[in-house]
């Protein structure tokens, strides 16, 4: 008798569907049968609720009863009525994202805090006019935290009318006092996010490096009031910190007190001192400070020199993740003598060193096999010959090289032989290469799932007329994209979750719906500014294509409040064109 190949034990299917990269994927399971179904609602832990979802959120969360996470970062509506429904749902959330609200739903928080001992991650970031009684209101309800972030407040300039000298005012933001008594709540947190807090002090980090033993983390960017001895204390006085990032320090100069804290921070793993005005003698300390350093971020960093960065680089060989965006001083022949240093890379940028070329991007292919990830945007690579020996890397799985003017489609067919494995790529803005050279890489890179040809004049369409199963994901914005493409797309894309044609003039009605008719798994589609695309197509994909979720239109259709909800109840939030 033959097996039903679908009589495997739950464990083996929930293996399978957890290999996949993106929970979205369980939709389309959980219509097989009653017993994916099943196993899909189980294994999804996490749910991103918007307006829509309001009515139906009682049967969500029956259904889906180990949720883990909930995103809210989105929702216009009353924050605190979903919290109160959270709260009340008997899942067992460990990680809630409340950012970009209109207000801090402070009601539904402290409600949400009483039934959720389990809540261990929160994001408060960019919400408008967070302040300190917030934060004491976060720190009393959610005692068990170990993630918070609350960067970037949106709060209101007209509430300092008379400048910094208002000084009541200062109630409407985060400050050290509330911090202080954040510090004193939230023992167990291990990462915090500060950024973008700009009437925090050095009080702050002494506060936090003093009473959180535990603390790991800290992002302090864009803190006006942050000063370099405030940096050095936290670093000195907190023994399990292993990254910190910060930003625009050595203003003028770096005290020696700051220069010599690393050498207190024995486990810095990470460190990100972007934008800032460093030295050759701070990298040399750091060279020796023999951190466990994994991860190391310059980005936009000025006044050091070859020589600086070549002595750290080599005291730190076991290095994984190196951003060196615009370090202008790199060239083609310096990055050759440091490539040796970086054999155990597996991340590196070099956007915006506009010096490098071809030979610099095939000696990192050479001299780092564990590279997966390259950024090397606004650079010259298109420019010099193929000299520079070439070898293949199969373990490069994404590349963001736009914005490179002398990219050629030689070049892009070279790199379809040394990179087979490739599955994200962005070619945005590089102007010289055409569907040729796109050809060559899909033909070659069996697993791409993302490309990216934003404002690329010259590309037509795909290049190629073979089944494209892996591709998930096609950014097109601005490009020379046509019918043609379209058609192409929708006879081999059979997997294509977004597509993104906004500005493709040359697109029109009968490719879009080719597209529609054939992509089954189409979720999402933008077609503002696709002038020749008529917006009576609109309700006739919503109907015709079950799995679309989110439709930009083309200009000029704005749906109206029942139009909306007409088509949300069938599953698709159509915006503004």
């Not at 990269?21 to 609720?49: A, P």
């Not at 300039?157 to 200062?170: A, H, K």
């Not at 500060?194 to 992002?219: A, C, P």
């Not at 990830?373 to 298109?382: A, D, F, W």
């Amino acid at each position: 008798m033959t097996e039903n190949p679908l009589d495997l034990p739950p464990e083996c299917w929930e293996l399978i569907f957890n290999s996949l990269n993106d929970q979205s994927h369980f939709e389309s399971l959980s219509l097989v049968s009653h017993r994916f179904l099943s196993i899909t609602n189980y294994l999804r832990n996490s749910l991103k609720l918007t307006d829509p979802s309001t009515p139906f959120l009682p049967q969500l969360f029956n259904r889906f009863q180990n949720l883990k996470k909930i995103d809210l970062s989105e929702f216009q509506g009353d924050p605190n009525s979903i919290l109160y429904l959270i709260s009340r749902s008997g899942v067992d959330l460990e990680s809630l994202n409340i950012s970009n609200l209109k207000s801090f739903p402070f009601m539904g928080l402290k409600e949400l805090g009483t039934k959720m001992k389990n809540l261990k991650e929160l994001n408060c970031s960019k919400n408008f006019s967070f302040r300190d009684g917030d934060l004491i209101a976060v720190a009393e309800t959610c005692e068990f935290l170990e993630v918070l972030d609350i960067s970037y407040p949106e709060n209101d300039s007209s509430f300092l009318p008379q400048g910094f000298q208002n000084i009541q005012s200062f109630s409407f933001y985060i400050t050290d006092s509330g911090i202080e008594a954040l510090s004193m709540k939230l023992k167990r947190l291990k990462r915090i996010n500060l950024s973008g807090n700009f009437f925090i002090t050095d009080k702050s980090l002494m506060f936090l490096s003093s009473n959180l033993v535990l603390l790991r983390e800290i992002l302090i960017r864009d803190c006006d009031f942050i000063t370099q001895s405030g940096i050095s204390f936290a670093m000195r006085n907190s023994p399990n910190l292993v990254s910190i990032s910060v930003n625009g320090i050595g203003i003028p100069t770096i005290d020696s007190c700051f220069k010599e804290s690393f050498a207190y921070a024995r486990s810095l793993c990470e460190i990100d001192l972007s934008n800032s005005f460093i030295s050759d003698e701070l990298l040399r300390l750091l060279g020796e400070a023999c951190l466990p350093l994994k991860k190391l971020v310059l980005s936009h960093c000025y006044n050091f020199t070859l020589a600086g960065i070549s002595f750290l680089l080599c005291k730190y060989q076991s290095l994984e993740h190196l951003n060196l965006e615009a370090a202008n001083f790199l060239e083609d022949e310096s990055m050759i003598d440091l490539s040796k240093f970086l054999t155990s890379l597996n991340f590196i940028d070099l956007g915006f060193c506009a010096k490098l070329t071809n030979s610099t991007f095939f000696t990192i292919l050479r001299e780092c096999p564990l590279l997966s990830e390259i950024k090397m945007e606004t650079t010259n690579l298109g420019l010099d010959d193929f000299t520079t020996p070439l070898v293949i890397n199969p373990q490069v799985k994404s590349l963001h090289l736009a914005r490179n003017g002398n990219l050629s489609d030689e070049f892009l067919k070279k790199l379809a032989i040394l990179c087979p494995n490739l599955e994200v790529i962005d070619l945005s803005h590089c102007l010289g290469i055409t569907e040729e050279g796109i050809g060559e890489i899909l033909k070659s890179c069996c697993e791409i799932k993302c490309l990216e040809i934003k404002r690329c004049r010259a590309v037509f369409d795909l290049g190629i007329d073979l089944e494209l199963p892996k591709l998930e994901v096609l950014q097109a914005s601005g490009s020379a994209l046509n019918d043609h493409a379209l058609k192409m797309i929708a006879n081999t894309c059979s997997r294509i979750l977004q597509l993104d044609l906004d500005n493709c003039l040359n697109v029109t009605t009968s490719g879009v719906k080719e597209v529609v008719e054939h992509c089954r798994t189409l979720r999402e589609i933008n077609l503002r500014w696709c002038d020749e695309v008529n917006v009576d197509i609109v309700a006739w994909m919503v109907f015709s294509r079950p799995s679309l979720r989110k439709i930009i239109p083309p200009c000029g259709f704005a749906p109206t409040e029942s139009q909306k909800n007409f088509f949300l109840r069938h599953g698709c939030l159509v915006c503004k064109g």
